[in-house]
């Protein structure tokens, strides 16, 4: 099982978790993250006085899904989050293990 960790810009992750979810991808999560991606746009900009530089507010999406449907997420996001920016963001996958949750007393 694969692990993928995607840094998106906000302004693209509504087409990435559509078409994520119409390929059959539904165990999503998509927390709201300040990052260092390129803002595309004035309004994204931000000063942190903590980190002393420019950040924006990013979305970090989590998808775990099978060894054989990697490559089939990964082409969705990439295809999706793409921006007019050389980097749109970043992807990073890890292998990990399901472990059922216990759910007896």
């Given amino acids: 099982m694969k692990e993928i960790k995607a840094f998106i810009h906000r ?3 509504a087409d990435v978790v559509h078409d994520l979810r119409v390929a059959g991808f539904n ?3 998509l927390i709201d993250v300040k990052g260092t991606l390129q ?3 004035d309004d994204e900009r931000e000063y942190s006085l903590e980190i002393g530089q420019e950040i924006i507010t990013e979305t970090k999406l ?3 899904c099978e060894d054989s449907q ?3 997420a990964l082409q969705i996001i990439r295809l999706n989050a793409k921006t007019s ?3 749109s963001g970043q992807i990073y996958v890890s292998e990990t293990v399901a472990i059922p949750m216990d759910v007896s007393p």
């Fill in 11 to 13: 302004a693209r992750i």
């Fill in 27 to 29: 165990q999503i999560s």
């Fill in 39 to 41: 803002a595309l746009n």
């Fill in 62 to 64: 989590e998808l775990f």
């Fill in 70 to 72: 990697l490559e089939d």
């Fill in 85 to 87: 920016q050389q980097v």
